[in-house]
């Protein structure tokens, strides 16, 4: 399976410190997606890193990407209680053509403690 | 704005019904999606369309089906024939197929 899974399942901070969650997959890649959802909610994009790319910049967010272990992590900095929400890594796999499915982990529920 | 649409927000379903879940979506996406969601868990993809008048199984596609005979609209039936179909139904869309996905807040299924 492509399924990206999500590491920890569950993690609760502080606010101000940061959180880092990991994601690792099973075959090879065209990129690599984060999402967030807020409790009841759609999904948002946060960043896409691309499998020729090691790391990825965005505000407070950082992402890297290392494809011989097959692996990402997303590491949110200087962390808000607004940043509590799931975070769900979704791999982009292409079978052909114009075929692209992209596939989602479990994700890992992040509580930031006020 | 642009964006997706989805509608209802809940939904309740009889025994032996069908129900129609609708999202539109006005951002000039040629693909859309529509993912299942059970509780503590990830999205699994029911159906996806790259184009107008064309459109492919997901991992899950068994007792739901689809239509999509404008660009705009993707609206996704539970039929009958699916036993266990309460769930959180989110639908997205892209510009094209690997590339970020926008998704509507999604409609809530429960059965009567």
């Known amino acids: 399976s492509q399924q990206g899974e999500e590491d920890p399942q569950a993690l609760s901070i502080q606010e101000g410190e940061n959180a880092t969650m990991n994601c690792s997959y099973k075959t090879s890649i065209n990129n690599l997606q984060w999402y967030r959802q807020n409790s009841g909610r759609g999904l948002v994009h946060l960043i896409l890193?691309?499998?020729?790319?090691r790391e990825k910049h965005s505000g407070r967010l950082r992402v890297t990407l290392d494809t011989s272990k097959k692996s990402s992590s997303l590491l949110i900095t200087a962390s808000r209680a607004a940043d509590t929400a799931s975070y769900f890594c979704?791999?982009?796999?292409?079978?052909?053509?114009?075929?692209?499915?992209?596939?989602f982990g479990k994700g890992t529920l992040l509580t930031v403690n006020p | 704005d642009g964006g997706i649409t989805q509608s209802p927000k809940y939904l309740f379903r009889k025994e032996g019904q069908n129900v129609t879940l609708s999202c539109e979506q006005n951002?000039?996406?040629?693909?859309m999606y529509w993912y299942r969601q059970d509780p503590g868990q990830g999205l699994r993809l029911i159906y996806y369309s790259q184009i107008v008048n064309d459109f492919q199984k997901g991992d899950i596609a068994e007792g739901y089906s689809v239509s999509r005979e404008k660009k705009e609209s993707f609206p996704l039936t539970v039929t009958s024939a699916q036993k266990n179909p309460t769930a959180f139904y989110l639908c997205a869309s892209s510009m094209q197929g690997g590339q970020p996905q926008h998704f509507g807040d999604g409609t809530r299924l429960s059965i009567l």
């Open positions: 979704a791999t982009v796999h292409n079978s052909g053509g114009s075929n692209y499915k992209l596939t």
């Open positions: 951002l000039n996406h040629d693909a």
């Open positions: 890193i691309r499998s020729n790319e």
